[in-house]
């Protein structure tokens, strides 16, 4: 599976923006998908993660009730629908894909897309 990250940009605070990220391969159905970030200096974060079918998401405390995963497996393509952006959400975001089940740690991914910036502005 190759990941292709879009959607990144400037946007101020309370702002939106929405990711997504293509994905080739015919096996994007059974995988599923996931969105981390990394900020300048820090570790890379988990954010979002869903399953194959759509049916279950989690997400991470900090962007629970802002940001919405979802996938369109017709179009091999998962989304992150981020509202109400803060400064604190810059970073490089990444999406990545894996057959085994949702996880939050990186190691449990093994497609990674190249990623694509987001600055929230003050």
């Known amino acids: 599976v190759q990941l292709q990250a879009s959607g990144g940009g400037l946007v101020q605070a309370g702002g939106s923006l929405r990711l997504s990220c293509a994905a080739s391969?015919?096996?994007?159905?059974?995988?599923?998908m996931a969105w981390f970030r990394q900020a300048p200096g820090k570790d890379r974060e988990f954010v979002a993660t869903?399953?194959?079918?759509?049916?279950?998401?989690y997400y991470t405390d900090s962007v629970k009730g802002r940001f919405t995963i979802s996938r369109d497996n017709a179009k091999n393509t998962v989304y992150l629908q981020m509202n109400s952006l803060k400064p604190e959400d810059t970073a490089v975001y990444y999406c990545?894909?894996?057959?085994?089940?949702?996880?939050?740690?990186?190691?449990?991914?093994?497609?990674w897309g190249q990623g694509t910036l987001v600055t929230v502005s003050s």
């Open positions: 990545a894909a894996d057959v085994a089940g949702w996880d939050t740690r990186p190691v449990g991914y093994d497609y």
């Open positions: 869903i399953t194959w079918s759509g049916g279950t998401t």
């Open positions: 391969g015919r096996t994007f159905s059974r995988h599923t």
